[in-house]
């Protein structure tokens, strides 16, 4: 069925290095999409959205992509950091203002 | 602001024994609200859209008698557990969508409900 995946559950990097996370999606009608920060016990942290008919935005340290030919969406976040550690949920709305989430990537920095 | 409130943070009851979380937007006034249901190391699952002053909108899968969801507020929606087991343990989450700004959704921190 139709679904939001992520390609990678886990990420490792270096503090200091940038980190790329990926997620596919599978409708074309989807028209927006938002990146989603997790940490351990507490609820989903907006972190930037992204609509249909933009290809990049960016934010702080963090920048979304959306390719929508390939119906792929990436969050990169530069220099991070060790509080960056958490779990990044993409999700797409669909209309009707439903979000559905991705599997969820985590991103664990090192030292 | 734009800012979303769960009581309680978590809850242990007794199989057989129903629970009640609390969603509150607290500076801003949601027509909608939305339930999650999150499985450890698992995504978020919508249970359902919560309209106030109206009927709640279930999932499939999600059987609404067991999960009784109140709207009476601007700012308030209850998710009533009712007659609970081990298998309803969970992290709930609710999220509240700013009235007249659609696709912005607030989430609140999260219930942790164990049934024993």
């Known amino acids: 069925g139709e679904s939001v995946g992520l390609h990678l559950p886990t990420l490792s990097v270096q503090e200091g290095d940038n980190s790329i996370i990926n997620c596919a999606y599978s409708n074309s009608a989807s028209d927006y999409f938002i990146w989603y920060k997790q940490e351990s016990g507490k609820g989903p942290q907006f972190i930037i959205d992204i609509r249909s008919n933009m290809d990049k935005r960016q934010g702080q340290r963090v920048t979304v992509l959306l390719n929508k030919t390939v119906k792929h969406l990436s969050l990169q976040i530069a220099a991070t950091q060790p509080g960056d550690s958490a779990v990044y949920f993409c999700a797409e709305s669909r209309g009707y203002n439903k979000l559905i989430f991705g599997a969820g990537t985590r991103l664990a920095v090192h030292p | 602001g734009a800012v979303v409130s769960q009581h309680p943070s978590w809850v242990i009851c007794k199989s057989g024994t129903s629970v009640k979380i609390e969603c509150r937007s607290l500076?801003?006034?949601?027509?909608?609200m939305f339930w999650y249901r999150q499985f450890p190391k698992q995504s978020l699952m919508l249970m359902a859209t919560s309209n106030e002053g109206s009927k709640a909108t279930y999932e499939q899968g999600v059987e609404k008698d067991k999960f009784l969801i109140n709207h009476a507020s601007l700012t308030l929606s209850t998710l009533t557990v009712t007659s609970a087991h081990p298998e309803d343990s969970s992290f709930y989450i609710c999220s509240a969508e700013l009235s007249g700004a659609t696709d912005t959704q607030y989430f609140g921190p999260g219930t942790r409900l164990t049934v024993l």
């Open positions: 500076d801003f006034q949601a027509t909608t």
